[in-house]
């Protein structure tokens, strides 16, 4: 075992030139090195055209300065949505998507995905008509692989210092997982024109995962904290999650809490600065259909900087059983445009929201802080 080797994916025969296809190349060195007992595989500067690759233990994927993992445009580059028991494919009346992934990673240990380079998600090549044109919705979307980097029960992952761009859905799902760090990521989906769910992070039913120094621009939301643990193996809450000192921008939702069955529980946000986007934090119970909905609990909100069109939107929506509580807001800061919406029912009541220091400009300020 060598962890310190460096596997150079151009002595495996990749090319770097944006045109030739270099998914052999790259998973050949990622499973020389993890067959080693570990090491980083590195991408020098060039762009590296790629259909799905697979991580695996011991893996320190690094993008030099200068180093584009760029999507390949063809489908039958990317893996098949049956590949691993928790994938799936959404069908056209969903969010319509193909299930396969640009990089993938699944019940692995000590993985590291590092820039300073770019993962590129070739969103434009999916989102468009024969005719060249962008669809008017996400039904009318062609194809389009899922989630571009999918990491799902894994323990010990890193992210950091690299730039996540135009994933034509989902940029970054983290499913499942423990003990992850991401940290100083840049991570930005096309919003104009619109990407249909271009989410930036996604973080479901994981424990102990720290965000920190990440600048998130998206055209769905930037940044999720969710509990839908149906595909999982191995089942549990999304718990122990801390956010801090990152930026946000979002055409939906800067934060978005809700979707699933499962409960989402003892979190932290801290120190965030959100401008350009609809709602500061939208939390929801149930989504599109009737379910029992998730439970969230003991989160707390702190030292926010925001300019939005509404501060809160809190509703239980298609949620038949879940419950809202314990969830406190202190010292936030802003704008807003439009009042806040805090939809509970009288069998249900949101139960210890907890406004202190809250002093926000715009239609909203008076009612959130009463709220």
Known sequence: MNSNAIYNIRSFGAVGDGAAKDTAAIQAAVNAASAAGGGEVLLPAGTYLSGSIILKSGVDFHLAEGAVLKASPDHADYNPPDIFRQNFASPRDGDNTSGGHFVLCVGQERVTLRGPGRIE??????????DGSHPPSKHEIPWRPGQMVWIVECRGVTIRDIELADAPYWSCF?????DVTVDGAFIHTIRKPHTYNGDGLDIDCCRRVTVRRCRISTADDSLTLRSDARRLVNKGDLADVTVEDCELSSDCNAIRLGVGDGMIRDSSLRRIRIRDTRYAVNAVGAWSTPSH????????FEDLDLEALGFCKFYYKFATDGVFEDISFRHVRGSVREPSIFDDTPERPFRNLAFKDVVLEG????????G
């Not at 998600?121 to 024969?130: E, T």
């Not at 983290?174 to 423990?178: D, K």
């Not at 909905?293 to 707390?300: E, N, T, W």
């Not at 239609?363 to 009463?370: F, Y």
């Open 121 to 130: 998600g070739n969103a434009p090549s999916f989102l468009r008509l024969p």
């Open 363 to 370: 239609e909203s300020s008076e009612r959130v802080v009463k």
């Open 293 to 300: 909905g998730v439970d969230i609990r003991r989160i707390s």
């Open 174 to 178: 983290l499913y499942g997982c423990e």
